[in-house]
């Protein structure tokens, strides 16, 4: 298993800003994603964080706008850049400790509203 | 035409009863399936893996039929902890781990 913490655990920000997102694992860990849960929606993957490596990216999500750091096997922000309203989402980090069982460990979620 | 697509419910039932998800996946290459529970304002946890040959945990019956690309979830003898969102989740093949999530089925279960 993995123990994961995410902060903020939620946030308020103004149309316009930028909100960065730490997400940090108790163990080393090969893949690290970042997800996007929007409110009655489920979960979509934004990107898998590569540590040493640009960060790759699913359908509809650029790097511009989801900016993604993974300095260490430990250790990923998700950057949400130039906010508008319709990036109010909650924001998970997840670790795949094992690739065999295709497990996912989530942290809480990082709740974020824009106005 | 979403990848995963479960009934969204919510399935309203009363303590004790048995209570069935089904789930249907589009790409025919996907190799693993789970079934994960979400309670609310919470992260997603693993429920249980979906094998071809069905398994069992406890009241948790879950079973794959590949040919029809179909999925299901069975609970028996629901307790009221058992309220909570339940997604169908799909992964693709090779290396990547990458999960497809259905939008979820909400389960009520009444005292």
């Known amino acids: 298993s993995a123990v994961i913490s995410q902060k903020p655990s939620r946030d308020i920000c103004q149309r316009g800003t930028s909100l960065t997102i730490q997400c940090q694992v108790d163990s080393q860990v090969t893949m690290m994603f970042w997800y996007r849960q929007q409110p009655g929606q489920s979960l979509t993957l934004i990107a898998t964080?590569?540590?040493?490596?640009?960060?790759?990216?699913e359908s509809g999500f650029v790097i511009d706008k989801f900016p993604i750091s993974r300095p260490n096997l430990t250790f990923s922000t998700l950057t949400v850049s130039n906010m508008s309203p319709e990036d109010s989402s909650i924001y998970l980090c997840s670790v795949s400790p094992s690739s065999n069982t295709g497990e996912l460990f989530f942290g809480e979620g990082s709740r974020l509203t824009v106005l | 035409r979403k990848e995963v697509e479960q009934d969204p419910g919510p399935f309203n039932v009363p303590e004790g009863a048995t209570v069935a998800f089904n789930c249907t996946y589009s790409n025919s290459a996907s190799q693993s399936f789970f079934w994960y529970r979400q309670d609310c304002r919470k992260e997603p946890k693993l429920l249980m893996s979906v094998y071809s040959s069905g398994n069992e945990d406890g009241r948790f019956t879950a079973q794959l039929n590949r040919a029809s690309q179909y999925i299901s979830l069975l609970i028996r003898d629901s307790k009221l902890s058992d309220s909570a969102t339940y997604l169908c989740?799909?992964?693709?093949?090779?290396?990547?781990?990458?999960?497809?999530f259905g939008t979820g089925t909400l389960l009520a279960v009444q005292p």
């Open positions: 989740v799909v992964k693709h093949g090779g290396a990547t781990n990458k999960l497809i």
């Open positions: 964080a590569n540590q040493g490596s640009e960060a790759t990216y």
